[in-house]
């Protein structure tokens, strides 16, 4: 699996926390941090664009993380996973930098998801992200780490 990601993680709280789901994932994810884009808004995006885009495994399942992308639990983005990795196509997952995605980007993508309406720095999506692919790993094991149930 994959990460392709616009930025560098510096902070140490944050690089702990990525670290900390890192280390248990099976099969692992490579993570490939992309530098910021430089100029206007339409510039970035495009230059940000071509970074990824040659960054993503030709036969990949690519998974845009987007604001307008499919909103899933945890239990269905498990089942997403199982699918994906069933038919043989491997993740990967871009996250854009502050300008978002350009439109090449999103056009590649298998598809698109998002973690709610709210906006999300960069990094706090990042580790989201690796938490939930920890999680849906534990899940599809059996593993008691998601607790399904609500008291």
Do not use: N
Request: charged fraction near 25%; charge should be positive; aromatic fraction near 6%.
């Amino acid at each position: 699996m994959r990460l392709v990601a616009v930025g560098r993680m510096k902070d140490k709280a944050e690089l702990a926390l990525v670290e900390r789901y890192l280390k248990r994932l099976r099969p692992r994810l490579d993570i490939v941090e992309l530098a910021d884009g430089r100029g206007s808004a339409e510039e970035i995006k495009r230059r940000e664009a071509q970074a990824i885009l040659a960054a993503i495994p030709a036969q990949s399942c690519v998974i845009a993380l987007d604001e307008a992308g499919q909103a899933r639990d945890s239990i269905a983005f498990a089942h997403a996973m199982q699918g994906w990795m069933t038919a043989g196509r491997v993740p990967c997952f871009v996250i854009g930098g502050a300008e978002g995605l350009d439109a090449s980007v999103l056009a590649r993508a298998d598809g698109a998801m998002s973690f709610g309406a709210m906006t999300w720095p960069h990094m706090l999506v990042r580790i989201m992200l690796v938490e939930q692919i920890y999680r849906a790993q534990a899940i599809l094991a059996g593993h008691p780490y998601h607790r399904a149930g609500r008291p």
